[in-house]
Structures are given as C-alpha cells and as structure tokens.
C-alpha cells in the first residue's frame, strides 16, 4: 500500500481525493484540508493560501498517517508564486515533512512531458489575469500555450459548484486544433472519474487540477498506478515512475532544453 499526503485549500473539490483513490489499487491518499480565510479568486488571497508557515502547520497529520510523498493541492496558490517562488515553496514544504513534496503547479508541468504535448489549451474558471499568470507559469517550463480561455470565476465556491457539463463547455471552448492536450488547472473543480468522458469529446488527453496532483503525489512516491477513467495520463500500465532527486535539494539543470521541476534527474 502506498500513501501519499495532500494539503488541500479548504473543502471546495477535496472529495476527489477518495473517490480517486476508490479508482486506484493499493494507493491510499491522505487529505488535509488548510483553513482558507478568503476564497476569493484575488492574487492576494491565494498567494496567502500557499506560505511556507501555512502549509508547514498543515504536515503533521501526513507524517502520522505514514506519507511517502506530500503535495501541495492547490494551482493558483502555487503558479501565483512564479518559477522560482514555486520551487522555494516546494523545497520548504518538503523540509517540514521530511519527504518529497511538490505542487499541483509542477504535477501539471511533468504530465504533459509524460504525454508528450507540444502545445497545451488551458482552460480555466480564474479571471483573466490570472490565468495569465499560469500560462507564464508553463511558459517558465518550457512548454508551449496554444491559447488560454478564462471563465473569470470570483471565488473556489463559484468553481466548486460546477456539474460536469459546465466543465465540458468550458474545455470545448477552450480547445483548439493546435493544442495537444487541454488543461483545467483549478483543484476547486469536481472532476474525479470524468477525465476519460472529457478525453472523448475532445479527442485529445485532458488534465485536471485534482488528477495531476494525485498523479505528481504517486510520482514522487515511485509508485505507478492505473486507472483508465482517470484518463491517458492514468492508462499505461507498465511504464516506470521518473526517478525522484533528493528532496529539499535546488534545481537549476534544464532537461531536455526545459527547465527542470523538482524530482528531474540531477547529473
């Protein structure tokens, strides 16, 4: 049995997690909610959701539940503190738990090397602006933003309210031929279990907040699991995990002309 810790923002989508989990064998996901004192989809209010002291309070329920690996839950309050912010905020989470640790922000950046896209869709309920923030994010990463379409939601309640074909519309109007794979990058929506019904409307590989961060959790813990209803990303069985670096270590080697995110291979 594998175990991995979460630190999700509030309560909005975090009912995900078990029902992934439900979808996965011999995976065991352990979530702890963080208070949020604002939900508000302001650069402010969720910057404040992802500082170091906040998400250090958040560890000890992981460790006493046995976590390989710990990540942080949540896409806008990583993206929002930039490339080398982000890797600071991972660096120190991983310090204060005394395991790997990443984000939501890079789980997105290493699924879509996995998949292979050249050029991404992100579909996305934050307002403009900050979804603007997340495109520069994987632009940081060396991977290429087709085009980006924003719902301009205010709040993570707005987002988590969302039925399943309200998220459909929003990744149809999202997509465009030249995008390989289609990204929603906010873990406040309900997308547990529909990934391959989004796959086959759009006829590409989609990737969600919830999903990646799960998918990043295994990841770091060298654990490879399948699922074909949490989409392409969940449908190989037999490849291996990427290997994992130290944690807390820094990491400035680019990979394969990319920058590199925690967890790439140092030479």
């Known amino acids: 049995m594998t175990t991995v810790g979460f630190l999700y923002p509030g309560h909005f989508a975090a009912d995900d997690f078990p029902r992934m989990e439900i979808l996965l064998d011999a995976v065991r996901l352990v979530v702890n909610r963080t208070e949020v004192d604002d939900d508000a989809y302001r650069v402010d209010a969720l910057i404040r959701t992802g500082t170091p002291e906040h998400l250090a309070a958040g560890v000890e329920e992981l460790q006493r539940a046995g976590a390989e690996a710990v990540v942080w839950a949540s896409g806008a309050g990583s993206f929002l503190y930039g490339w080398e912010g982000a890797h600071e ?73 969302w039925d399943l074909d309200r998220v459909k519309e929003l990744a149809v109007a999202a997509d465009r031929p030249e995008a390989d794979a289609v ?25 969600t907040g919830n999903q990646v961060t799960v998918r990043e959790g295994l990841r770091l813990a060298g654990r490879r699991a399948w699922s074909p209803r949490l989409g392409r990303i969940f449908a190989a069985r037999e490849a291996p995990p990427a290997p994992v670096a130290a944690w807390g270590e820094g990491r400035e080697r680019a990979h394969s002309g990319r920058r590199a995110l925690p967890g790439d291979v140092r030479e």
């Open 89 to 161: 905020q991972t660096a120190a989470l991983a310090r204060a738990a005394g395991v790997p640790a990443s984000s939501t922000s890079f789980g997105f950046a290493h699924a879509v090397r996995e998949l292979g896209a050249g050029r991404v869709a992100v579909a996305s309920t934050y307002p403009e602006r900050i979804t603007a923030l997340f495109a520069e994010f994987l632009h940081a990463a060396g991977l290429g933003v087709a085009v980006t379409r924003a719902a301009g939601l205010e709040s993570a309640a707005e987002a988590a309210a």
């Open 183 to 207: 990204l929603l990058p906010d873990t406040a929506l309900h997308t547990a279990g529909h990934e391959a019904e989004l796959e086959e409307l759009l006829g590409k590989p989609v990737l």
